[in-house]
């Protein structure tokens, strides 16, 4: 993607700053056009492409594969935990995994090694609690999990 800034670019971006998680394109757009900014959605998902490729936003995939995304820290690449049930997300110490992929590059002479791990789980905002967990480890939601809005179950922290 050029590194010029298109109307449509600084759109974007300023969306995804004003989300806490990860977002997909479609929400991303319907904020977008809520609130008043004139854009296409295949805008949207092109101008998310070039700034994954550039390295401003970083991408992960849900469980239903659909991509999410998220503007990319000043310090770079990060590694995310994601709550399967909410879509809070928290970047996690990865350390570990990026030494691991340097010395598979160094080990194998490949250059250029890209990786992606992807961590999901249930955030303790999520988790049934304590004491309505059956022994068998089911359980309800805690009551204010219940307000939740139907269908994916997952609710996005954008500013509005």
């Known amino acids: 993607m050029a ?3 298109t109307r449509q670019r600084a759109a974007v971006l ?10 997909s394109a479609q929400e991303l757009h319907a904020r ?4 008043g900014h004139r ?25 239903s594969g659909e991509r999410l995304y998220r503007p990319r820290p000043d310090d770079g690449h990060q590694h995310y935990l ?8 928290r970047p996690v110490d990865s350390a570990v995994v ?9 080990d194998t002479g490949f250059a250029a090694v890209e990786h992606t791990v992807e961590l999901s ?6 988790q049934p609690c304590p004491a309505e967990r059956p022994a068998e480890g ?14 994916r179950g997952r609710t996005r922290s954008c500013a509005g």
Do not use: K, M, N
């Open 138 to 151: 089911g359980g309800s939601p805690c009551p204010w999990d219940c307000a939740r809005p139907a269908g």
């Open 32 to 35: 977008l056009t809520a609130g």
């Open 3 to 5: 590194s010029r800034t």
């Open 121 to 126: 789980g249930i955030c303790a905002g999520c």
């Open 14 to 23: 300023e969306g995804l700053a004003g989300c806490q998680d990860f977002v």
């Open 98 to 106: 990026e030494e691991w992929a340097d010395r598979v590059s160094a």
């Open 82 to 89: 994601i709550c399967r049930a909410c879509g809070h997300s």
């Open 39 to 63: 854009i296409g959605l295949t805008t949207v998902y092109r101008t998310l492409r070039g700034l994954v490729a550039v390295g401003r936003v970083d991408v992960v995939r849900d469980e």
